[in-house]
């Protein structure tokens, strides 16, 4: 058996110790003297029908069972009278009622598990793949910064990146460019936006970046219309037979044009002479009578 402890040294309102203090222990709930012991295991027996005396120190030091105690120190010589109501203490669970309610103690068992985050490690670097790892702000270049690298071709753990002026294994369209990374298994995917002008350019690798194909454009509003395809899926070629010439970036309207339909293996689809209110712009080269240019419809 363990018994609670009550320990204090005993000093009057001024602070002043009282020495040899007389204490008297009574059960609140039974009135009775407290069975009072000078050890932790209620072996040896401390004074006579709940009164003992303290230490020439002031210190006063007893143990007891579990409960509500009246606890009196006083020094008759000295005029010092002290009394403490409903002292509570507790020692072994025997005192309470076990459980889980609202006047219960409840025992480990009913304590809720918190897992293994208490006990796991932290990542040692944004790229730690550790298994139960904790992961940390910025890890993997998310809620912070992107990670900074200076070879795309190693950079396949998923993730955001950055990339300065070069890198091995850059986009055509150079650096300073951010780097989003998609993995899975040992298909890999890295889709590229250049800061400095939007383009985008995305690659793969199929085999965890032991080898890469060729970086293709992703056309969007920066790139959305190459020189030489017309756009996605079909090309529209106009000719100019007006006698005149169509410059870069013209805009025709009416019968100006006659227009040829290029689908994307470079075969006629249609031919038509388009009607006033058709309005393309010529995305090509200057156009001569009789020649064939590149517009994008725009009206």
């Not at 298994?131 to 795309?152: K, P, Q, R, Y």
Request: proline fraction near 4%; charged fraction near 15%; glycine fraction near 12%.
């Amino acid at each position: 058996m363990s018994l609670p402890v009550f320990q204090a040294t005993i000093v009057n309102q001024a602070g002043d110790i009282i020495p040899s203090p007389v204490i008297t222990v009574i059960d609140e709930v039974t009135g009775l003297p407290a069975s009072l012991f000078s050890d932790r295991n209620g072996t040896v027996p401390l004074g006579t029908n709940g009164v003992f005396t303290g230490g020439t120190d002031g210190f006063a030091q007893f143990f007891t069972a579990s409960g509500n105690y009246r606890v009196k120190a006083e020094l008759a010589s000295a005029g010092f009278e002290q009394t403490w109501d409903f002292v509570a203490l507790v020692g072994d669970s025997a005192f309470y009622e076990v459980g889980t309610g609202a006047s219960q103690v409840p025992l480990n068992s009913d304590l809720p598990t918190f897992g293994t985050a208490a006990e796991a490690d932290v990542q040692t670097s944004p790229t730690d793949t550790t298994e139960d790892a904790l992961m940390a702000v910025g890890a993997f270049g998310l809620g912070s910064d992107a990670i900074i690298t200076s070879n795309l071709n190693t950079s396949i753990i998923a993730g955001n990146y950055y990339i300065g002026v070069s890198a091995t294994g850059q986009p055509d369209s150079g650096g300073f460019a951010h780097i989003r990374v998609i993995k899975f298994q040992t298909s890999v995917t890295q889709i590229s936006t250049n800061y400095l002008n939007g383009s985008m350019e995305e690659r793969h690798s199929n085999d965890s970046g032991s080898t890469w194909a060729a970086w293709k454009p992703v056309y969007t509003g920066a790139n959305y219309q190459p020189l030489d395809l017309g756009g996605i899926g079909c090309s529209a070629l106009a000719r100019n037979f007006s006698g005149s010439t169509v410059n870069i970036g013209d805009t025709i309207a009416g019968e100006l044009l006659f227009a040829a339909k290029i689908n994307a293996s470079s075969v006629i689809s249609a031919d038509v002479n388009y009607t006033s209110g058709t309005v393309w712009r010529n995305m090509g080269r200057t156009v001569l009578n009789g020649e064939y240019t590149v517009f994008t419809r725009v009206s």
